[in-house]
């Protein structure tokens, strides 16, 4: 089946440490999204790419970056300038802008 | 710029109740509408879309009517189930050629037996 796959579904930093989540889809979705989630809180956009090497800030792209080097696969680095990072991520992708998105099961980062 | 307002919750319901989360949204253009659900624990998943004026979107009982004329997306259904207990997110994208969704802020829903 067709699908998002993220990992870890859980991941923990430490002090000054670079952590990467994975986000993989085979779709053949051009379009993929980052989102972070706080509790009770809505989706915020860190990240998007329209298509392969090409990726845009979102609303909150400070302390993370991205790359897009192929069509599958989206990984979001948190560096340790995000003094905040302990939420849950969600990874998405979608065919063109007015079909819905596809979300994967996120990945709870936590700080240790 | 776009926006989507959908009502505060938590809603709390008797099993077997209807179910209205209002949905209201502002964008250019003409977006396609979605309603998504979120389990404990998990990703979104997709419910119901509609794409252009009129359409109304159905899945699971849960039903929805784009109203151009007055800028909603109503999700409804006639008898939640306690497993209906979930975070629901009103959603729109392709406003003015973006591909940017928008969401609303999400509607907790509480079902008791």
């Known amino acids: 089946d067709g699908g998002i796959t993220q990992s870890p579904k859980y991941l923990f930093r430490k002090e000054g440490q670079n952590v990467t989540l994975s986000c993989e889809q085979n779709l053949n979705h051009d379009a993929m999204y980052w989102y972070r989630q706080d509790p009770g809180q809505g989706l915020r956009l860190i990240y998007y790419s329209q298509i392969v090497n090409d990726f845009q800030k979102g609303d909150i792209a400070e302390g993370y970056s991205v790359s897009r080097e192929k069509k599958e696969s989206f990984p979001l680095t948190v560096t340790s300038a995000q003094k905040n990072p302990t939420a849950f991520y969600l990874c998405?992708?979608?065919?063109?802008?007015?079909?819905?998105?596809?979300f994967g099961d996120g990945t709870r980062l936590s700080i240790l | 710029g776009d926006s989507v307002t959908q009502m505060e919750g938590p809603v709390t319901l008797s099993e077997e109740a209807f179910l209205t989360i209002n949905c209201t949204y502002t964008?250019?253009?003409?977006?396609?509408l979605f309603w998504y659900v979120q389990y404990p624990g998990e990703g979104l998943q997709l419910l119901l879309k509609?794409?252009?004026?009129?359409d109304k979107g159905s899945n699971k009982g849960f039903e929805a009517t784009y109203r151009k004329e007055t800028t909603s997306f109503h999700l409804e259904k006639g008898s939640v189930q306690v497993s209906d207990s979930a975070v629901y997110f009103c959603a729109l994208s392709g406003s003015g050629g973006s591909y940017i969704p928008t969401f609303g802020r999400g509607t907790s829903l509480i079902v008791h037996p």
């Open positions: 509609a794409t252009k004026a009129d």
């Open positions: 964008a250019t253009g003409y977006p396609s």
């Open positions: 998405a992708s979608s065919i063109d802008k007015n079909q819905p998105q596809h």
